[in-house]
């Protein structure tokens, strides 16, 4: 049974005064997903090379019979379960990953959208094609099933199909949807952008926010938020004024989710400043990194695990799971166990609200409300005024995150520009400082992609990784200004991004979540899977740079015997068709 939003905020309550006390309450309330000695069991003798799989799986009957009978097996083996015996119990009572889900062809799907007509680069054209062609590899829709026997699944019910990531995430994600949505934008795909927004806003009034995706053990963490920007570019594309009319008033209520459970103050001299954080302080192992998270623990003394739980789904919630920006509080600061996410004010979880703050007040005034426009723009006022005062700093030319007990946190991320992206700025020179920022940082010099962080800890959010929304808030950030030479910079960017895209593809058939630009650009690594196919914000973010810049962009290689054979047929058959006398 889900959560109320009345009952989550009791639990908040719960978990504050309890986490003193060393105990917080779980994730999600099943017993067989989110806690309790079945997950604990199975999780800990591995009995999948990745944790995600079993927490996937559906039952096979009602989940109290289920935790009898595993109760029964527990108590036969002094709760001490041979593998084989637990291998056996799994496949007797689940069944395999994705069965209640099946594939799904959008029916706005277009063969030829408009925008590859802007692509001058017949190879890069031939690509977008094949770009397109995936958003049909990545539908899916759920199956009856789930709605009317939901304590069977793990998978949260949506009414509309959607487009998912790919690979292990085969359910949708919320911020990862925001690139997804640009993409099929630019795909003409509108029908298939309103289902997946009609699926967050109905999660919005069930549970009073966007779970990080659409598991039930996701329930207690959001991710950064993004719904407010997906309505303003759907909206941008239909001029569908009428679903906006409808759905305002649950947009304001997922923002005051950020507010009522996500404000941190902070003191700067004599004044307070009201900020966000990401904070989810829920206890127990993340369910889908299970053991992983128990191993981490026991590095720890016992009264500082839940803590250190808590802090890895914060670093979860922040969509950069996980990343040094949030390993700043122990001796090692290239290990999970420093991680303090909820000490940090972040740069880019601020300037998304301050972004929603201001589309808020537009889509009131649209509407005719003028009391809320103007709350919405008071609002975004303060933050604007918060962020300069707190995180902006003059002498770098950017802004930093902020930690609560240490002061800013000078290390370069591409978050750093996060305000310039949301449009969270007053001064037009602020774009060009950061440009030199950028240049002093020594970032300009990698030739693949915007690192993710000069760092390498190993974790997937740091150097050598790059990610398709960072380049995004880099690019889109410099090219606001009005000097030639920035804007020149941010097109080089999104040339160098867009060749390494092209390039691995050329190379494996493959669009990848995250790229190695050490050595040539690579699919990425590190982290606690391996890198993941498919992939969603990739190729979005990839449409969106070929449609701003198609004109200029440039494969810059020649057809090799490495070019997949789909990507030469269907070059071919382009050419061919351009001799045809129509």
Known sequence: MAWKTWELHLLLLLGLGLRSQGALPPPCESQIYCHGELLHQVQMAKLFPDDK???????????????????????????????????????????????????????????????????????????????????????????PEVLSQPERFSLI????????PGGR??????????????????????????????????????????????????LQRSQPPLLTLMMDRYVAHTNDITFLRENIETL?????????????????????????????????????????????????????????????????????????RWLVGGPNPDSLSSIRTSKLVPVDLNAFLCQAEGLMSNFYSSLGNDSQAERYRNLRAQRLAALNALLWDEQKGAWFDYDTEKGKNLEFYPSNLAPLWAGCFSDPATVDKALKYLEDSQVLTYQHGIPTSLRNTGQQWDFPNAWA????????????????????????????????????????????EKYDISNGGQPGGGGEYEVQEGFGWTNGMALMLLDRYGDRLTSGTQMTPQVPPCLVAALLFHLLLSFLPW
Request: without cysteine; glycine residues 6%; aromatic residues 14%.
């Open 53 to 143: 799989q079993f927490v996937d799986m559906s039952l096979s009957t009602a989940p109290d019979q289920v935790l009898q009978r595993f109760s029964e097996l527990a108590e036969a083996h002094n709760h001490s379960i041979p593998r084989q015996q637990l291998q056996e119990f799994i496949q007797q009572h689940f069944q395999a990953v994705g069965k209640e889900l099946q594939p799904w062809t959008p029916g706005d799907w277009k063969e030829s959208p408009h925008f590859l007509q802007k692509i001058s680069d017949a190879k890069l054209r031939v690509w977008a094609q094949q770009l397109n062609q995936i958003w049909k590899k990545l539908g899916k829709q759920i199956k």
């Open 169 to 218: 995430f085969v359910e949708f994600y919320y911020w990862d949807s925001y690139w997804v949505m640009e993409g099929l934008l630019l795909s003409e795909m509108t029908e298939t952008v309103k289902g997946m927004l009609q699926n967050f806003l109905d999660l919005v009034k069930t549970y009073g926010h966007i779970p990080n995706g659409g598991r039930v053990y996701y």
């Open 252 to 324: 304001a209520l997922e923002l005051n989710f950020w507010t009522v459970n996500r404000t941190i103050s902070v003191y700067s001299g004599e004044k307070s400043y009201n900020l966000n954080r990401y904070y989810v302080p829920f206890g127990g192992p993340r369910p889908e990194s299970y053991s992983k998270d128990a191993e981490l623990a026991e590095t720890l003394p016992e009264g500082d695990r839940e803590a250190l739980w808590a802090e890895l789904k914060a670093g979860a919630e922040s969509g950069w799971d996980f990343s040094s």
């Open 157 to 164: 019910y949506s009414k509309h199909p959607f487009i998912v």
């Open 469 to 512: 929304p960072l380049q995004d808030l880099v690019i889109r950030g410099l090219a606001k200004s009005s000097s030639p030479r920035t804007q020149e910079v941010a097109f080089q960017l999104a040339q160098n991004w867009i060749r390494t895209n092209f390039d691995v593809y050329s190379q494996k058939s493959a669009m990848y």
